[in-house]
Each structure stands twice: as C-alpha cells, then as structure tokens.
Nanobody, 125 residues
Framework: QVQLVESGGGSVQAGGSLRLSCVASDYIAVASMGWFRQVPGKVREGVATIGIGGTTTYADSVKGRFTVSRDNAKKTLYLQMNSLKPEDTAMYYC????????????????????WGQGTQVTVSS
C-alpha cells in the first residue's frame, strides 16, 4: 500500500511563505502528482500538478505565487507557496497516481488513487 506523508504546513501572516513536502513510499518517477486543498464545507480543489514529463499546471488562483516541483530520487513532491493570502487557508493534500501516467498531470481529484493525510495551512491577515 502506497503511503504519502505531507509536512511543512503551519501558520503565517499574509505575504509570507511556506514550503510543503510530500514523501512517497514508492518510486515516483512514473507517477502523476498533485497538490489539492480543501476547506470545511467545500469541494477539494486542485492547486498544482506535475506530470511524469515534468509539465506543471496551476489553478488560476495560485499562478505566479506557488511552484510545484519533484525530486524523484528523494521520492518527494514539493509546493513552494509565496505571497500567501488568507484565502489560501486550507488543509493541503498530496495526491499521486501510477496507473494513468499523465504526462502533464491533472488538477482533477478523480484522477488520483492515493492521498496523504493532509497538512494545515493557515494564513492570517
């Protein structure tokens, strides 16, 4: 059973930065991977994704502020979050899928079979 473990969440003031990490228990070079976030009462939304080809895609709300990257040797996915806003407050989840092998990744939650437990990000104004 594949495990994904996120870390790096916390509380910051608006304008601050955080770097999230997600360590996988399996080799990720051929996995589509992404970051999602969810606030209570709302649907989990895709934030950033990186495919097996290294192509990245971002939600419009985070373009220019967030950067997703991967280190296949370390089996780790990262999300660098800069210029954080209060509306970025959410539980952030790492997701991975080995079956679809999406070259460009996906921001659709149904495209992922494996999920981490989440890490909370809170941005105060």
């Amino acid at each position: 059973q594949v495990q994904l473990v996120e870390s790096g969440g916390g509380s910051v003031q608006a304008g601050g930065s955080l770097r999230l990490s997600c360590v996988a228990s399996d080799y990720i070079a051929v996995a589509s991977m992404g970051w999602f976030r969810q606030v209570p009462g709302k649907v989990r939304e895709g934030v950033a994704t990186i495919g097996i080809g290294g192509t990245t895609t971002y939600a419009d709300s985070v373009k220019g502020r967030f950067t997703v990257s991967r280190d296949n040797a370390k089996k780790t996915l990262y999300l660098q979050m800069n210029s954080l806003k209060p509306e970025d407050t959410a539980m952030y989840y790492c997701a991975a899928d080995w079956a679809r092998r999406l070259w460009g990744g996906s921001l659709t939650k149904d495209d992922y079979a494996y999920w981490g437990q989440g890490t909370q990000v809170t941005v105060s104004s």
